[in-house]
């Protein structure tokens, strides 16, 4: 298996970047379109778990859009092949300092485009050196 193919990283890359930038302006049409319409998708957040891409559009729809701004740190991206990625970063925000929060996300490449299929957030306090 052909790992983090030059080509399949940077398509994967720029929708992660496109991902992030609509994260924290809360274009919630490019985050629904991100997130594979499908009854199977799961998104896991900090506070609730969202099963199917219904739940996961009724979520975006009523959160709201104060505080979203984050600086990212580590974001990894490794393809598997062409068709499968995993990304992974910290975020932080400066509402809830000395925390550190923690995003996966599975992407899987579809005739229509690269879609999340599988997403886990996670708050916790930042580890020591």
Do not use: C
Not at 16 to 21: A, D, K, L, V, W
Not at 23 to 32: F, G, H, I, S
Not at 96 to 122: C, D, K, L, N, Y
């Amino acid at each position: 298996m052909d790992i983090d193919l030059p080509d399949v990283l940077a398509e994967v890359t720029a929708q992660f970047e496109r991902y992030e930038q609509a994260l924290v302006t809360n274009d919630v049409a490019v985050l629904d379109d991100l997130f594979r319409n499908d009854g199977r998708t799961l998104r896991y957040g900090i506070a609730e778990n969202l099963y199917g891409y219904d739940e996961i559009m009724a979520f975006r729809a009523a959160r709201s859009p104060v505080g979203l701004m984050r600086k990212i740190d580590r974001t990894m991206i490794t393809t598997y092949g062409r068709d499968t990625a995993i990304a992974s970063t910290l975020f932080y925000r400066e509402a809830a300092p000395g925390r550190v929060g923690r995003q996966m996300q599975t992407w899987i490449r579809f005739p229509e485009g690269w879609r999340i299929v599988a997403a886990h957030v996670s708050i916790i306090d930042e580890p020591r050196a």
